[in-house]
């Protein structure tokens, strides 16, 4: 039996993109936009690419979806925006991290009062966690320029997505110098004691968790960088913080001055005991 198959088959998608009119919705309705994006089709990746498409894109996921959608559907295409959005096209990436309008869309997203919707949150620190990994010297430019971002992150640290995003700055920046300046700039921003401040009886469980998380990971991360960097490394300026008597002083404080809550206790104590872990051999 001989099977028939042709080999320059045109994609449903490519036949709709040969429409004059085609909108950018009737793609994300297609089943392998996906695939024949990160198959980098020159012609679909050309038409992301446009001004009004890349807005549309950043838009979908820093913008709530109307409430009347069906349910099943209402985050269908946020979902497929994102996904597009961090494909690793270095045509899209380039668009993206080089274009400051499309940066300032999707910071806008970190402007409101919380909470944060989880899923639009969960697409946001995604799209601008794949920004700093590829694009991560225009983008830490960018960030560095707003001064409300640690203030803003540290503001919705009670949705778990900020939290991710917050780590990307420790464990996505490279090289190493650039790295250094980051550090740089989270220490004078006091990131640290202002997360050590979250942990705190005044503050919700959510954001005590968190803040926690954050503070431990970043003891762990910070340590395992200087481990495989060796000598070539400097003192970790965050860790140096984190270790510091006056940080360790003022947890406790925390934790033990006033009011006592099994929250702030329980989560002061995973603070303590990360920094109290044995440093692992190089």
């Known amino acids: 039996m001989f099977w028939k198959f042709d080999l320059n088959a045109t994609s449903h998608v490519d036949k709709?993109?040969?429409?004059?009119?085609?909108?950018?919705?009737?793609?994300?309705?297609?089943?392998?936009?996906?695939?024949?994006?990160?198959?980098?089709n020159r012609k679909l990746v050309d038409f992301l690419c446009q001004q009004s498409c890349m807005e549309e894109l950043v838009g979908l996921i820093t913008h709530e979806p109307p409430l009347?959608?069906?349910?099943?559907?209402?985050?269908?295409?946020?979902?497929?925006?994102?996904?597009?959005?961090?494909?690793?096209?270095?045509?899209?990436?380039?668009?993206?991290?080089?274009?400051?309008?499309?940066?300032?869309?999707?910071?806008?997203?970190?402007?409101?009062?919380p909470p944060l919707n989880p899923l639009l949150a969960s697409f946001f620190?995604?799209?601008?966690?794949?920004?700093?990994?590829?694009?991560?010297?225009?983008?830490i430019s960018f960030?560095?320029?707003?001064?409300?971002?640690i203030d803003l992150v540290l503001k919705h640290i009670d949705t778990s997505a900020m939290m991710d995003l917050l780590l990307r700055l420790f464990s996505c920046v490279e090289p190493a110098e650039l790295r250094q300046e980051v550090l740089s700039w989270l220490k004078e921003s006091k990131v640290i004691q202002r997360l050590v401040e979250l942990i705190s009886p005044s503050q919700d469980e959510d954001r005590q968790s968190n803040a926690s998380q954050t503070l431990c990971d970043i003891i762990r991360l910070s340590r395992d960088q200087t481990n495989q960097l060796q000598e070539a490394a400097g003192p970790d300026l965050?860790?140096?913080?984190?270790?510091?008597q006056e940080c360790v002083e003022q947890l406790l404080k925390n934790m033990f001055d006033g009011e006592r809550t099994e929250s702030c206790l329980v989560n002061g104590t995973q603070v303590l005991l990360a920094l109290l872990e044995p440093r692992r051999a190089g």
């Open 16 to 40: 709709l993109l040969d429409k004059q009119d085609v909108t950018l919705q009737e793609l994300m309705d297609e089943d392998d936009l996906l695939q024949e994006c990160k198959a980098q």
């Open 68 to 113: 009347d959608m069906d349910e099943k559907i209402r985050f269908k295409y946020p979902n497929t925006a994102c996904e597009l959005l961090t494909s690793d096209v270095p045509q899209i990436n380039d668009k993206l991290g080089g274009d400051e309008g499309l940066l300032d869309i999707l910071y806008s997203f970190l402007d409101q009062e």
């Open 125 to 139: 620190s995604k799209t601008m966690g794949s920004l700093i990994a590829r694009k991560t010297e225009q983008v």
């Open 143 to 149: 960030l560095r320029k707003k001064v409300t971002f």
């Open 238 to 244: 965050l860790l140096t913080v984190l270790e510091s």
